[in-house]
């Protein structure tokens, strides 16, 4: 019976897996031309290309604000701890995978550091995700008691303070203290953060969908009326505080291994309104809109206005306005139209999804064939 009994579940199982591939093959089919498309242009083109700093940076910033969305955008809760977050993850990938002879120049005045051992890649950044949810845990048992701007306010100054603590030199021999953690194993290909971030975010759009994604929409929508249906309100919200954090901590791993380097100062505030930003323009809860809006963010930030930090002459007339920092001036005129024209974001709480794609492309078959006719 017992034999049975697993047959028809692993048989249940297939059909299941079965079943959602084919209603999702459109979708699968994108992904497979995407990888393609990447693999084919990091033949083709040179390592240096810009186009490859927009893509491998616009796919860490991408988990990043997706991790953000769970939480403010399909929790309700606003947090603006995620440099933090990132911190932790990545100074936990750094220091687990400095390679031991490697330890003793880098931890030169704490005589090597404490940490003799190395774990690997995978490893590592599933151990900066861990560091990051139980820093989260702690936090968010009194923190979560808050709400709206006091929240804002609480994770904001733990942040900062982890920014500190991490400089403190009696943890030298941990963090190396005010120090750069380097020598680190890092990627050169664009498939990599493209694969982990894509991971990330499939589970983040699992989990969304799951009957923990409706609770946490419910505590968004109306919190009162979620804990009347039976939501276990300090639960979930922990919950989705922990999650959020775990993938931020992945994607402050990744976002060393793209600068190869690792500096507690450079998590600043400014790093979680960026952040911030990307949500909103994107939409704040949608999953597309943050991905969308992280490359747009990253392309025009350090690629396309670039040109605008440089003297230009024409002839011998000088054009004016055109000089270092202008790019950013330009940048911010852009932002606030988009969310001046734009209130809800460029896509709002819309997403892509296989059925819409191919609808889309049934439409415009349709179209074309009764122009033809």
Not at 113 to 140: E, K, N, Q, S, Y
């Amino acid at each position: 019976m017992n034999m049975e009994r697993n047959g028809l579940n692993n048989k249940s199982t297939f059909l299941a897996v079965s079943e959602f591939i084919a209603k999702n093959k459109i979708g699968f089919l994108l992904i497979i031309v995407l990888y393609s498309a990447l693999f084919i242009l990091e033949k083709m083109m040179p390592p240096s290309s810009m186009l490859f700093v927009v893509l491998k940076k616009g796919a860490i910033y991408a988990l990043v604000a997706v991790s953000m969305n769970l939480l403010n955008g399909f929790t309700g809760l606003f947090s603006l701890g995620q440099a933090g977050f990132m911190l932790i993850g990545s100074y936990t990938y750094a220091i687990f995978t400095i390679p031991v002879e490697d330890r003793a120049a880098v931890y030169q005045y704490f005589d090597g550091g404490i940490i003799r051992f190395t774990v690997p890649v995978f490893i590592a950044l599933i151990m900066a995700g861990v560091a990051a949810g139980i820093f989260a845990f702690f936090i968010g048992l009194p923190v979560l008691r808050l709400k709206s701007d006091y929240l804002a306010i609480a994770t904001l100054g733990f942040a900062e303070i982890i920014r500190a603590i991490f400089q403190w030199n009696k943890l030298g021999p941990i963090t190396n203290g005010s120090n750069l953690l380097k020598k680190f194993p890092s990627f050169s290909s664009v498939l990599f953060p493209f694969t982990v971030a894509g991971i990330s975010i499939a589970l983040i759009v699992l989990l969304i969908n799951s009957s923990y994604g409706r609770a946490f929409k419910a505590i968004r929508d109306d919190e009162i009326a979620a804990e009347a249906m039976g939501i276990n309100l300090a639960k979930h919200k922990l919950l989705s505080f922990v999650i959020s954090s775990f993938f931020a901590g992945v994607g402050g791993a990744l976002l060393a291994m793209y600068q190869t380097t690792v500096q507690a100062s450079a998590f600043k505030a400014a790093m979680t309104y960026e952040i911030l930003l990307i949500v909103v323009i994107g939409g704040v809860g949608s999953i597309t809109g943050s991905v969308i809006s992280s490359f747009l963010f990253i392309a025009c930030s350090e690629w396309w206005l670039r040109f605008l930090d440089s003297e230009t002459y024409i002839g011998s007339f000088k054009v004016p306005l055109l000089a270092s920092g202008f790019r950013k001036v330009v940048f911010s005129v852009v932002i606030m139209v988009i969310v001046l024209f734009y209130n809800q974001g460029i896509m709002g709480t819309r997403e892509f999804s296989s059925e819409g794609i191919a609808r889309f492309f049934s439409r415009i078959a349709s179209r074309n064939r009764k122009e033809g006719a």
